[in-house]
């Protein structure tokens, strides 16, 4: 078997500069699915470079969607027809690694008048798809699946609006039933159990569609149609998320990102890093297409204790193996009521509790959670992101603790959410 692409890291003192971040990954998936659906050209700019979004813009050329990529500009230019405009694909869509790509696409092909096959790489087929197809198939949806997992064959038609309360807080559940009711009969409601990011309901509103939010519960009427537009997507909060720990956990350090998403369904992290003992400020500069942006700097001063409690874990859960980094370096996290991690492009919980002992970190995993805690420096050692991207990088900004070089394992994964990672780690560290 070919060995894993690795990345050796040095122990590092501090970090410091002022960078920008990639486009939000999330953000770009909708706004590429809606501009993909209205009459129009969109042009969405600062479009994130991962392989996930990607998947999304392939899919959507597979289904006829005019779609040109300037990678120089990092823009993306696409004319939506309408959605009656979508053909039938020649052979199956190729989600890759992206679960938000093959939940929202579920959602919009449900009601297509033809059959099409989704299927995903390994750790996609491994990843529960009941919850999407259970409502939708209340809508009246037929999806077929192999014991809940991908590949997914969709046999689209008709479909009726749903009231749905889902048992787990997702944005991707929520937002693929949403994109589900626009194209059905009546009113589609979503109720969630905790909020979750909300940028399927801001990207909706931009894109000329009429939704109703109240509290948890957001309702949208079928036949709508949407407007095409041009806009330009934030820097990720979660690919910045690892520098800000990295400033937090590294005494001395100072790093501010500009222009970066401040959707407050995303920045649950920045209170962790005070409660930590940081120095965090945060400066909004403007909304664009109803996405708060600006400037945010991280110093460290101390390190600290902290518990992240279940009520706060869907606002920060794709910066949960950030935060477990933080202790690394000294100080304790301790998080519970986050088993959704056992889910993720791998189970981040064993994943992450494996890689920290292996770079001679002390840490304990629970059910639904685990816990770090920094003693001195870390002897080092070689971590696996078993396929991970968030894996990679969360190991990446632990090993900055070792006493001795560290190894990260299969480290090309971070291509995933933000390929030139390795280039700016390198361009901050001291
Ligand atoms: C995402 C929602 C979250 C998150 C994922 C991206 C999205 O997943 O973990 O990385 O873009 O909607 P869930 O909706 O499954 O919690």
Redesign the pocket.
Known sequence: MPSAPAVTINPARRVSGRLEVPGD??IA?RYALIAALADGPSRLTNFAPGADCHSTLSCLAALGVPIEEDLASRSVSLVGRGFHHWRSPAGPLDAGNS??TMRMMTGLLAAQPFTVTLIGDESLSQRPMRRVMEPLTRMGGRIEATDGHAPLTIHGGPLHGIAFAPDV?????K?AVLLAGLHADGSTTVTEPAQ??D?TERALVTFGYRIDVTGLTTTVQGGQRGMARQVSIPGDFSSAAFWLVAAAALPGSRIEIADVGLNPTRTGLLDVLRRFGARVTVTETHAEAGEPRGTIVVEADRHGSVQIAPDEVPGL??ELPAIAALAAHGGEVVVHGAR?LRV?ESDRIATLVTGFRALGIDADEYPDGFAIRGGGPPSGGAAHARGDHRMAMAFAIAALAGSAPSRVEGSDAVIISYPGFWETLERIVA
Not at 169 to 173: F, I, K, L, T
């Open positions: 990954k999330s998936h679960g938000t807080p997702s944005a991707q559940v937002s979750t990011r940028h859960i794709d959704e993720k």
